[in-house]
């Protein structure tokens, strides 16, 4: 399995801007495809946005959609989400996950390695 560890949470204010970074020890991430998820207290682990392993392929939740943007940067071996115009019900903390599965798996279960999660808490 590969280490992920995400870094770039903070307390914000709506409206507000946050870049989330993902990386990774142990292993390149060149050959995962990768996902964006986060959870809210007492709400399951909601899906927002995957990539290819070479960052052609980009899916997102409709809930993010136009304001969330996952990149990946090879020579780093790190995964970002940028988030924009963020909201209130933005307030998760939010995990990345390498994944082995093919597709566009966007369900918790597809993906195999995650980190421990970084918390975003937004204000209104």
């Known amino acids: 399995q590969v280490q992920l560890v995400e870094s770039g949470g903070g307390l914000v204010q709506a409206g507000d801007s946050l870049r989330l970074s993902c990386a990774a020890s142990?292993?390149?991430?060149?050959?995962?495809?990768m996902g964006w998820f986060r959870q809210a207290p007492g709400k399951e682990r909601e899906f927002l946005a995957y990539i290819n392993w070479n960052g052609i392929t980009t899916y997102y939740a409709k809930s993010v959609k136009g304001r969330f943007t996952i990149s990946r940067d090879g020579a780093q071996n790190t995964v970002y989400l940028q988030m924009n115009s963020l909201k209130p019900e933005d307030t998760a903390v939010y995990y990345c996950?390498?994944?082995?599965?093919?597709?566009?798996?966007?369900?918790?279960?597809?993906?195999?390695?995650w980190g421990q999660g970084t918390q975003v808490t937004v204000s209104s």
């Open positions: 996950a390498a994944s082995l599965a093919g597709g566009i798996p966007i369900t918790a279960g597809a993906y195999n390695s």
């Open positions: 142990g292993r390149t991430l060149s050959t995962y495809p």
